[in-house]
T-cell receptor, first 115, second 116 residues
């Protein structure tokens, strides 16, 4: 797989602690949001999603919170592990022309785990 | 284990040459996306298809880039002529979109393109 050495904001977290990654989205009409994880040398991988009619959704060790008032999305990772080291992207679903939706990615945050 | 495949994985070429990148979406998926990832721009959507029809290629430089789906098992992204600023990793993704439901995208491993 491939990746690029992105110049990104970095969040450094102690192993075992919880991580919170934040994202601001741009389009108030966006109705669906996704978090992706991109490990070094690989393509982005789906983690969790949430629809705009919800404000919280939980998965295994991950929780996504959505605040539509301020157009803010966050990803919480519980008990962060070394395998969580990656770049995390939030993405929003935007309805484009032809009534077709498309996913637009945010700029990403690099999560670094301290042993 | 179904996955999106991309070829080539690496491509080094000289400015002015034609480059063709190929993608095999997951069997049964009806949407295909092309993204470009660079250090400066992050992940940019270049084009996407539903049922092989192009829906949006507004993110793609029209003068040199073209994207097609000759059949349901193959998507291509072509650059002619290539320029050094095209150097990036190009990702293909596919998904299953059903009216009223949302579209999780599965990404391929990417093609790293270097234009000298």
């Amino acid at each position: 797989g491939e990746s690029v050495g992105l110049h990104l904001p970095t969040l450094s977290v102690q192993e075992g602690d919880n991580s919170i990654i934040n994202c601001a989205y741009s389009n108030s009409a966006s109705d669906y949001f996704i978090w992706y994880k991109q490990e070094s040398g690989k393509g982005p991988q789906f983690i969790i999603d949430i629809r705009s009619n919800m404000d919280k959704r939980q998965g295994q060790r991950v929780t996504v919170l959505l605040n539509k008032t301020v157009k803010h999305l966050s990803l919480q990772i519980a008990a962060t592990q070394p395998g969580d080291s990656a770049v995390y992207f939030c993405a929003e679903n935007i309805i484009g022309y032809s009534s077709a939706s498309k996913i637009i990615f945010g700029s990403g945050t690099r999560l670094s785990i301290r042993p | 284990d179904a996955r999106v495949t991309q070829t080539p994985r690496h491509k080094v070429t000289e400015m002015g040459q034609e480059v063709t990148m190929r993608c095999q979406p997951i069997l049964g998926h009806n949407t295909v996306f092309w993204y470009r990832q660079t250090m400066m721009q992050g992940l940019e959507l270049l084009a996407y298809f539903r049922n092989r029809a192009p829906l949006d290629d507004s993110g793609m430089p029209k003068d040199r880039f073209s994207a097609e789906m000759p059949d349901a098992t193959l998507a291509t992204l072509k650059i002619q002529p290539s320029e050094p600023r095209d150097s990036a990793v190009y990702f293909c993704a596919s998904g299953l979109e059903i009216q009223g439901s949302y579209n999780e995208q599965f990404f391929g491993p990417g093609t790293r393109l270097t234009v000298l």
